[in-house]
């Protein structure tokens, strides 16, 4: 039970949770992540080369091919931040759910590229409705039970996913070839996607509308003013980390040491993964989000351009550990500094922040597709995904200067009472 101290007019029963619940709704979220995230949208990776060989999918249609999946994620984080969900947010978000396996099954059972064009779309776009529900719902719960570190564990399931995919996409494409990957993913989808229906339950006190009086006006206006520069930053981060979420596999094949395991590079980076949002979760407790982002920002620019310093397999690999580590931790921070900038439209914010952030991975693929195609060879890419990571640490750096500046304008106006 949560106490009621500082909260004026609420209810004890409007509060009640059950102690076990948090942890299996967590583990129905991160079921959800595994599906949508892992699988449905991260998959696109390691099957790539193999794909691009059998079906001669050239580097600019294998772009455009991404690009399509990153505009359906981003009309979907657009429509959970408008939506009103009647019948409840789980409802929907079974919903989609069910139809992100279907499109993951089907893109195995066509060799036409429009209907890939359309799957992948509808796969973006459920992708981005599902993750954005399943954050509003796991992060109100665990703002209420006080388990907000948990938030870390939630977003370990895009890197589960991806170490999946990078385990199994080598055997079934041993076995099946391209069309045995989608199919075999969709069908272990459907059997991860039991627990998201068992466990992760909106809970009725997720629906607390907190009083407005917990957070003081001038408070709220000031951490409001940085969200513009948050949002613009994380759309740079959107843009910079899909060319490698895209092509690192592809690139991995041409180093003559990993040409026979490219997909070796995909489980880096889901080991990576998993325990990462928990890892930035802690340093964002000891420093603040916003800090912490500003970490994983130069963290991931080193990790994005050590293959082109290094073009070898250790610049490789620890390039993707340093993406694997740094891509979801970033999603984690930038969401939950949203949330606490806006606690009653967590799904609003959440939407906007993901909306953001679905465009920049919409253009950052394509644009990457051309370069490679000019160029022949990846380094332009990476040189230019960097370039805007650059970008996105310097808007949040100059976010936070603002901030800092309002901040002390604020405490020297209250000193003088």
């Known amino acids: 039970m949560i106490k009621l101290k500082n909260i004026p007019n609420l209810k004890k029963e409007d509060i009640m949770i059950n102690k076990s619940s948090p942890i299996y709704v967590v583990i129905g979220g991160i079921?959800?992540?595994?599906?949508?995230?892992?699988?449905?949208?991260?998959?696109?990776?390691?099957?790539?080369?193999?794909?691009?060989?059998?079906?001669?999918?050239?580097?600019?249609?294998?772009?455009?091919?991404?690009?399509?999946?990153?505009?359906?994620?981003?009309?979907?984080?657009?429509?959970?931040?408008?939506?009103?969900?009647?019948?409840?947010?789980?409802f929907y978000l079974r919903l989609?759910?069910?139809?992100?396996?279907?499109?993951?099954?089907?893109?195995?059972?066509?060799?036409?590229?429009?209907?890939?064009?359309?799957?992948?779309?509808?796969?973006?776009?459920?992708?981005?409705?599902?993750?954005?529900?399943?954050?509003?719902?796991?992060?109100?719960?665990?703002?209420?039970?006080?388990?907000?570190?948990?938030?870390?564990?939630?977003?370990?399931?895009?890197?589960?996913?991806?170490?999946?995919?990078?385990?199994?996409?080598?055997?079934?494409?041993?076995?099946f070839s391209w069309r045995g990957d989608w199919i075999g993913l969709g069908i272990l989808s459907?059997?991860?996607?039991?627990?998201?229906?068992?466990?992760?339950?909106?809970?009725?006190?997720?629906?607390?509308?907190?009083?407005?009086?917990?957070?003081?006006?001038?408070?709220?206006?000031?951490?409001?003013?940085?969200?513009?520069?948050?949002?613009?930053?994380y759309g740079c981060e959107g843009m910079g980390y899909s060319v490698s979420g895209t092509f690192l596999v592809a690139l991995v094949q041409r180093i003559p040491s990993l040409s026979h395991i490219p997909a070796l590079s995909w489980v880096f980076v889901g080991v990576a993964a998993i325990p990462s949002c928990m890892v930035w979760t802690l340093v964002a407790k000891k420093y603040s989000n916003l800090i912490a982002l500003q970490i994983a920002f130069f963290t991931q620019i080193v990790g994005v351009i050590l293959p082109v310093i290094f073009f070898n397999s250790y610049g490789a690999l620890i390039g993707s550990l340093l993406f694997?580590?740094?891509?979801?931790?970033?999603?984690?921070?930038?969401?939950?500094?949203?949330?606490?900038?806006?606690?009653?439209?967590?799904?609003?914010?959440?939407?906007?922040?993901?909306?953001?952030?679905?465009?920049?991975?919409?253009?950052?693929?394509?644009?990457?597709?051309?370069?490679?195609?000019?160029?022949?060879?990846?380094?332009?890419?990476?040189?230019f995904a960097a370039s805007v990571l650059v970008c996105g640490m310097l808007l949040l750096g100059v976010g936070q200067i603002k901030d800092s500046r309002i901040n002390k304008v604020i405490n020297r106006k209250y000193s003088y009472f």
């Open 324 to 383: 694997g580590a740094t891509f979801m931790g970033i999603t984690t921070l930038a969401v939950s500094e949203g949330r606490n900038i806006a606690p009653n439209q967590s799904s609003k914010v959440i939407g906007y922040l993901t909306c953001v952030y679905g465009i920049g991975q919409m253009i950052g693929p394509s644009i990457a597709g051309i370069l490679i195609a000019k160029s022949g060879n990846y380094n332009s890419s990476l040189i």
């Open 190 to 233: 459907i059997f991860i996607g039991v627990l998201t229906f068992l466990w992760l339950k909106e809970n009725s006190s997720t629906k607390i509308k907190y009083p407005s009086l917990i957070v003081s006006r001038p408070q709220t206006s000031r951490k409001q003013r940085i969200l513009p520069w948050l949002i613009a930053s």
């Open 31 to 90: 079921a959800a992540l595994i599906i949508v995230m892992g699988i449905g949208r991260f998959a696109y990776t390691p099957i790539l080369p193999n794909f691009q060989d059998a079906v001669r999918l050239t580097d600019v249609m294998a772009g455009y091919l991404a690009s399509v999946n990153y505009l359906g994620y981003l009309l979907g984080a657009l429509l959970a931040g408008i939506s009103q969900w009647k019948k409840g947010k789980i």
């Open 96 to 175: 989609y759910l069910v139809i992100n396996i279907l499109t993951t099954i089907t893109m195995g059972l066509t060799d036409h590229y429009l209907l890939w064009f359309f799957f992948r779309f509808i796969s973006g776009l459920t992708s981005g409705l599902v993750f954005v529900l399943a954050s509003s719902i796991i992060l109100d719960v665990l703002a209420l039970t006080k388990q907000s570190l948990w938030s870390g564990m939630f977003y370990s399931g895009v890197g589960i996913g991806i170490l999946i995919t990078g385990l199994i996409v080598p055997v079934l494409d041993h076995y």
